[in-house]
Structure formats: structure tokens, C-alpha cells
T-cell receptor, first 108, second 111 residues
Framework: KNEVEQSPQNLTAQEGEFITINCSYS?????LHWLQQHPGGGIVSLFM???GKKKHGRLIATINIQEKHSSLHITASHPRDSAVYICAVRGTGNQFYFGTGTSLTVIP | DADVTQTPRNRITKTGKRIMLECSQTKGHDRMYWYRQDPGLGLRLIYYSFDVKDINKGEISDGYSVSRQAQAKFSLSLESAIPNQTALYFC??????????FGPGTRLTVT
């Protein structure tokens, strides 16, 4: 049983499209993280949030604590957004749980 | 310079060999982590350390050991490598309650 489930697993979009990646979790959390992993393998933290909504450039992350659900949105997608997006939660016991990732390909 | 560095970046070794992966950070963080990543699976925690005197097993610690030599250094050892330890290994650091910063990863192949 995975504590963190992401959907979809794979996503292909045309450049300019609005993209949504979903994350559901089953444990109590103190924070939720969205990470980006590029084809070279490096992992970068995009957002950390515990409530509400955060925006950084074309990326928006939201979380609904009651529903145990978070979404990552990308507006005006671009080929350079192609990467694997990983949802992770920090449990109340400080343990981290990771989703298996959503592989996004944006076609020019 | 990168905040979190890992050495080596790539390593091929034979079954039964001892291997050490090293991680250094300049973030000044107390907390350090070792993860492995396998295709189709999420990152899985091997060991973590909340300060120099604190070492904790993670989800998949069997076959691994760690050493926290200093606040800035956290090493992962495979005492006797086996093929199913072939994976991408990441070190990460964080402050209490804050985001994690990942190293570039070490690709380990055990033949």
C-alpha cells in the first residue's frame, strides 16, 4: 500500500496547454512537497506547503488538508517543463513518503 | 558550487565488494538523508540522521550502514554489494520543518 498516490503516471501535452498533476495521501502530514526530477536525474524542490496555495512563475500548487489531496498546475506549458514530478509528504513523525512520480512530456 | 555533493557520481562494482558513497553539504543543515530510487518505485528512505549523534534506520536499511562523520558529511556503505542494490542513490539535507535539498545522485551498478 502506498501512502502517496499520484495521477496520472504519464502525461503528454502540447506546448501551451494547462497541466494538472494530482496527489493523494493517506497519512497525517505536517507538510507536502512537490519535487521536479529532470532527465539527468537531479531533484529540485518546487514547493513546500501545509495549507492553501502557492505560486511560483507558471507553477501553482494547492493542498486540501481535509481531503488529503494536492494538485500541481503548470500554466502555458513549455518543452523545458518536461520532467518527472514527485509528490512527497512529511508525516507527523518526520518520516518522508514519496509518490512514484508523474512523467510529463511537453511537445513543441 | 553545489550545496549538496555526492561522490562518486557513477560506480560499477562486483558482487561482494564493499563500497562507500559519500555526501557533503554546505547548507549548514543538521538533518541528512540517504534514499534509493528504482524504476517504477518512489524514493525510499535508507537511513537518516538528525544530528551528528543521531542515526536512524529508514524503510530499507538492510544491507546498508551509515556514518555521520561531521555535520556536513554523511556516508552510506554497502558492506557486501549485491545486484539488487543496483539503483540511483540520493543524499538530501534539510533544516527542521523545511524543504529538502538533494544531491545530484550516484548511479550504482552491481554486477
Amino acid at each position: 500500500k502506498n501512502e502517496v498516490e499520484q495521477s496520472p503516471q504519464n502525461l503528454t501535452a502540447q506546448e501551451g496547454e494547462f497541466i494538472t498533476i494530482n496527489c493523494s495521501y493517506s497519512v497525517g502530514i505536517s507538510a507536502l512537497h512537490w519535487l521536479q526530477q529532470h532527465p539527468g536525474g537531479g531533484i529540485v524542490s518546487l514547493f513546500m506547503l501545509s495549507s492553501g496555495k502557492k505560486k511560483h512563475g507558471r507553477l501553482i500548487a494547492t493542498i486540501n488538508i481535509q481531503e488529503k489531496h494536492s494538485s500541481l498546475h503548470i500554466t502555458a506549458s513549455h518543452p523545458r517543463d518536461s520532467a518527472v514530478y514527485i509528490c512527497a509528504v512529511r508525516g507527523t513523525g518526520n518520516q518522508f513518503y514519496f509518490g512514484t512520480g508523474t512523467s510529463l512530456t511537453v511537445i513543441p | 558550487d553545489a550545496d549538496v555533493t555526492q561522490t562518486p557520481r557513477n560506480r560499477i562494482t562486483k558482487t561482494g565488494k564493499r563500497i562507500m558513497l559519500e555526501c557533503s553539504q554546505t547548507k549548514g543543515h543538521d538533518r541528512m538523508y540517504w534514499y534509493r530510487q528504482d524504476p517504477g518505485l518512489g524514493l525510499r528512505l535508507i537511513y537518516y540522521s538528525f544530528d551528528v549523534k543521531d542515526i536512524n534506520k529508514g524503510e530499507i536499511s538492510d544491507g546498508y550502514s551509515v556514518s555521520r562523520q561531521a555535520q556536513a558529511k554523511f556516508s552510506l556503505s554497502l558492506e557486501s554489494a549485491i545486484p539488487n542494490q543496483t539503483a540511483l542513490y540520493f543524499c538530501a539535507t534539510s533544516d527542521f520543518g523545511n524543504e529538502q535539498y538533494f544531491g545530484p545522485g550516484t548511479r550504482l551498478t552491481v554486477t
